[in-house]
């Protein structure tokens, strides 16, 4: 079975140091990539008043033609980008409002991408993803971390994780 895979982008900026260190995993393993800013999505709401927004169908469509969702987020004070955030929130439509949508992420498999000026950064910071897969049914698979410094090294980089 194809294991069809997804980089999905969170980041202020959508041709930042996120998207530099993305590109190079996209193209040397034929990934598509989902921009986040290239959709309108708002706060997650417990009255649900934003049903009619992006959110849902962009998640279906990830659902249904990807089995591995990779999260490429730079880190903001020591967290993930504040649009990732709110799509991350917004799983929680899932739970409540759309739940046979989001039955479907059981199984599928995640991975974390990070982008800071530092070589290494907490673990902490992959918590949220780590226990947000655990929660969904997901299998959390790993997460790489990229010194926006030094992309010219990370080209030769192999993940087998993914």
Same mark, same amino acid.
């Given at each position: 079975?194809?294991?069809?895979?997804?980089?999905?982008?969170?980041?202020?900026? =959508? $041709? @930042?140091n996120t998207s530099n260190s993305i590109a190079i995993?996209?193209?040397? !393993?034929?990934?598509?990539?989902?921009?986040?800013?290239?959709?309108?999505?708002?706060?997650?709401?417990?009255?649900?008043?934003? &049903? $009619?927004?992006?959110?849902?169908? &962009?998640? /279906?469509?990830?659902?249904?033609? !990807?089995? /591995?969702? #990779? +999260?490429?987020? *730079?880190?903001?004070? !020591?967290?993930?980008?504040? #649009?990732?955030?709110?799509?991350?929130?917004? +799983? =929680?439509?899932?739970?409540?409002?759309?739940?046979? /949508? @989001?039955?479907?992420?059981?199984?599928?498999?995640? +991975?974390?991408?990070?982008?800071?000026?530092?070589?290494?950064?907490? %673990?902490?910071?992959?918590? *949220?993803?780590?226990? =947000?897969?655990?929660?969904?049914?997901? $299998? !959390?698979?790993?997460?790489?971390?990229?010194? %926006?410094?030094?992309?010219?090294?990370?080209?030769?980089?192999?993940?087998?994780?993914?």
């Open positions: 079975m194809e294991n069809k895979k997804v980089i999905i982008q969170g980041s202020s900026r =959508s $041709n @930042g995993i996209s193209e040397k !393993y034929n990934i598509d990539v989902i921009d986040l800013n290239d959709y309108t999505f708002s706060y997650y709401d417990y009255e649900s008043k934003n &049903l $009619n927004d992006d959110f849902l169908p &962009l998640i /279906t469509s990830i659902i249904e033609k !990807y089995d /591995t969702l #990779i +999260f490429a987020t *730079p880190v903001y004070w !020591y967290n993930m980008s504040g #649009i990732m955030k709110v799509f991350f929130d917004r +799983f =929680s439509d899932l739970i409540r409002v759309e739940k046979e /949508t @989001g039955r479907k992420l059981r199984g599928k498999n995640m +991975f974390v991408i990070s982008n800071s000026h530092d070589d290494k950064i907490d %673990a902490n910071f992959y918590i *949220p993803f780590q226990k =947000s897969a655990a929660y969904l049914g997901m $299998n !959390y698979t790993g997460e790489l971390h990229v010194n %926006a410094d030094k992309n010219k090294e990370f080209k030769n980089i192999e993940l087998t994780q993914l």
